[in-house]
């Protein structure tokens, strides 16, 4: 059983940081694509940032240079440190993990973390 967990989110006025995790379990963490995406209110869900089990990172062009996203293979943990936040950053944000199986993809979710920035 798959199962992502996040934590970190919270209240943070425009400037600030923060640091989100998410630990994974019942997969192979150490050869999976893991992924942030947020959602905010009217809007569909994008991604963030995503970082391969080789540690290569992409990111969206609206948050280069401000967040870096992680990953401890050990702990099987993604982090997503996030700085320089502003109020367009709201949302809810969720972990993600691909798993192709048989030609096919599939992608596990987390319950999301809210992130609230505020002016």
């Known amino acids: 059983q798959v199962q992502l967990v996040e934590s970190g989110g919270g209240l943070v006025q425009a400037g600030g940081s923060l640091r989100l995790s998410c630990a994974v379990s019942g997969s192979r963490f150490s050869i999976n694509v893991m992924g942030w995406y947020r959602q905010a209110p009217g809007k569909q869900r994008e991604r963030v940032a995503a970082?391969?089990?080789?540690?290569?990172?992409n990111y969206a062009d609206s948050v280069k240079g401000r967040f870096t996203i992680s990953r401890d293979n050990a702990k099987n943990t993604v982090y997503l440190q996030m700085n320089s936040l502003k109020p367009d950053d709201t949302g809810v944000y969720y972990c993600?993990?691909?798993?192709?199986?048989?030609?096919?993809?599939?992608?596990?979710w987390g319950q999301g973390t809210q992130v609230t920035v505020s002016s």
């Open positions: 993600n993990q691909e798993v192709l199986r048989f030609g096919e993809l599939l992608n596990y």
């Open positions: 970082i391969t089990s080789a540690g290569n990172t």
